[in-house]
């Protein structure tokens, strides 16, 4: 089943396509993007949280900055958004409870834009790719943006890949090719005491960062198999996740995490494709073009 890595968690965490399966059971400090590390060095300081609300509440996402004033998304995390959307490119943005989130005074509304301006929110308008159908698979077109009201100033850019970038590799290279994979998603927690199998926790929202080996390119997407038990590779993509960039080895912006494969985050993972012809030429109609090559 393709399940979308956004959605919220009954009101502003993550979930499935519906609100459930992801546990809010206490737990010590553990890594997001299953399998990964929190980016304590602020290696990805381009890398943001998007969050805005929809008709069910909030929600939130992980972007990239790839202009001063636009952030690539996943198509699913712009879709419907009532009033502002929020971003920020701190590493670490909430402790247990979410103490430091920002909420709109009128949910219905969504947000104006000016909450959490002191905590280092932009805020900005959210455009999905008028080819998103609201469909997840290896034809989507899942890319979105959000167009801040002002540039960022403290943070450049991260460099998108041309066109056909994946396109140029072959089978075997990209079998054996680690992308990076960054995003505030949930994280897997430790087994619960007496036996059973860990479960999905989303109490700290922190930037984390995982590699994962390249499956398969199609027209559309970036397929990844996200084993954390691969010595090859150190994680994968969950929940929270979406909209999230992907790496190649030299750091151009190759896709952004559209979906998963399996309902524990702990398989294979398929990205939206950044470097086609369809998205950069949308892209391009804000101002924001490939990298050279």
């Given at each position: 089943m393709l399940r979308p890595l956004r959605r919220r968690l009954c009101a502003w965490l993550t979930a499935l396509v519906a609100c459930g399966g992801l546990s809010l059971t206490a737990a010590p400090p553990a890594q997001a993007i299953i399998g990964g590390s929190p980016d304590t060095s602020d290696t990805y300081p381009y890398v943001g949280m998007v969050t805005a609300y929809d008709?069910?509440?909030?929600?939130?996402?992980?972007?990239?900055?790839?202009?001063?004033?636009?952030?690539?998304?996943?198509?699913?995390?712009?879709?419907?958004?009532?009033?502002?959307?929020?971003?920020?490119?701190?590493?670490?943005?909430?402790?247990q409870n979410f103490t430091t989130r920002p909420r709109a005074a009128n949910p219905s509304l969504g947000f104006s834009g000016a909450e959490g301006a002191a905590d280092g929110y932009h805020s900005g308008t959210a455009y999905s790719h008028p080819g998103f159908t609201g469909a997840l698979g290896d034809k989507s077109v899942d890319a979105g943006v959000v167009v801040l009201d002002q540039p960022v100033t403290t943070v450049s850019p991260a460099p998108l890949a041309p066109k056909d970038y994946l396109r140029r590799m072959a089978q075997p290279v990209l079998a054996k090719t680690l992308f990076t994979v960054v995003g505030y998603g949930a994280y897997l927690g430790p087994a619960p005491q007496g036996g059973g199998k860990p479960t999905l926790q989303d109490t700290i929202i922190r930037r984390n960062h995982a590699t994962t080996k390249g499956s398969q390119v199609t027209s559309a997407t970036l397929r990844m198999q996200g084993n954390p038990n691969d010595k090859t590779g150190t994680g994968t993509m969950c929940f929270g996740d979406s909209g999230g960039p992907v790496f190649s080895p030299g750091g151009l912006?190759?896709?952004?995490?559209?979906?998963?494969?399996?309902?524990?985050?702990?398989?294979?993972?398929?990205?939206?494709?950044?470097?086609?012809?369809?998205?950069?030429?949308?892209?391009?109609?804000?101002?924001?073009?490939?990298?050279?090559?």
């Open positions: 008709s069910s509440g909030q929600y939130r996402c992980s972007g990239v900055l790839v202009s001063p004033r636009v952030v690539l998304t996943a198509a699913h995390c712009t879709v419907a958004v009532v009033g502002k959307t929020l971003v920020n490119f701190h590493a670490l943005l909430a402790d912006v190759v896709g952004v995490v559209s979906f998963g494969h399996t309902p524990d985050c702990r398989w294979s993972s398929s990205a939206q494709r950044s470097d086609t012809s369809t998205v950069l030429t949308w892209l391009a109609g804000f101002g924001v073009t490939p990298n050279a090559g």
